[in-house]
């Protein structure tokens, strides 16, 4: 079955920090991963996904993600926190019918400190 | 218009109240999904269509929800004698096709059932 755990319900930095946001999955099939940012009030926007090409996935905003299928991870990265990447991320892993329907993790806060 | 519009944005309810959840997704999307989001987690499925044919519809509560999309296009999410745990946003997403994962996602409705 599909799954996905997102470590860290809160995650803190400072301005100009890395940002480092983690997500394990769980897999009957090769997944696809997301990563969805979701800013009060908002719907989801995506970062960037995985479809099996390159395990290094650049997305919008600075952000990437290497998928790692030996430790079934997908962990977001950023060099340099801005106080505008402030908001709630979401990975998520596709069902395993290919139909796209997706299951996301519980989330992760990201707070940036001046 | 340009992205998925969902109506209405807000909606209070009481207890045992019918309501009714309206999504008009991109213009040719051919797939469109229905996600339920509780207050502090991450979006879970709820149904599919692909045209005006619901193929998934699994992830539907109980028979209390009811999605339709006569035409292929606008969706309704109807919810019956809607109860408490039924609080939460409710997010639509389009795409041109399910299978290529590029969804476009709504600002989502907040239902507060009181």
């Known amino acids: 079955a599909q799954s996905v755990t997102q470590l860290g319900s809160h995650v803190s930095v400072s301005e100009g920090a890395l940002v480092l946001l983690r997500c394990n999955y769980s897999?009957?099939?090769?997944?696809?991963l997301f990563w969805y940012v979701q800013y009060p009030n908002q719907g989801l926007q995506l970062l960037l996904k995985?479809?099996?090409?390159?395990?290094l996935v650049k997305g919008i905003n600075g952000f990437e993600a290497e998928f790692k299928k030996s430790e079934t991870s997908f962990h977001l990265t950023k060099p340099s926190a801005h106080m505008s990447d402030a908001a709630e991320y979401f990975c998520a892993v596709s069902g395993a019918s290919n139909t796209g329907k997706l299951i996301f993790g519980q989330g992760t806060t990201l707070q940036v400190k001046p | 218009g340009a992205g998925v519009s969902q109506s209405p944005r807000y909606k209070v309810a009481k207890r045992g109240q019918d309501v009714a959840l309206r999504c008009d997704p991109i213009?040719?999307?051919?797939?469109l999904f229905w996600y339920q989001q509780a207050l502090g987690q991450g979006p879970e499925f709820l149904t599919y269509f692909q045209n005006e044919a619901q193929l998934d519809k699994s992830g539907l509560p109980s028979d209390r929800f009811f999605a339709e999309r006569p035409e292929g296009s606008v969706s309704t999410l109807k919810i019956q004698r809607t109860q408490q745990e039924d609080s939460a946003v409710y997010l639509c997403?389009?795409?041109?096709?399910?299978?290529?994962?590029?969804?476009?996602f709504g600002s989502g409705t907040r239902l507060t059932v009181v």
């Open positions: 997403a389009s795409s041109l096709r399910g299978q290529d994962y590029g969804y476009t």
């Open positions: 213009s040719g999307h051919v797939s």
């Open positions: 995985y479809t099996s090409a390159a395990t």
């Open positions: 897999s009957s099939v090769p997944p696809y």
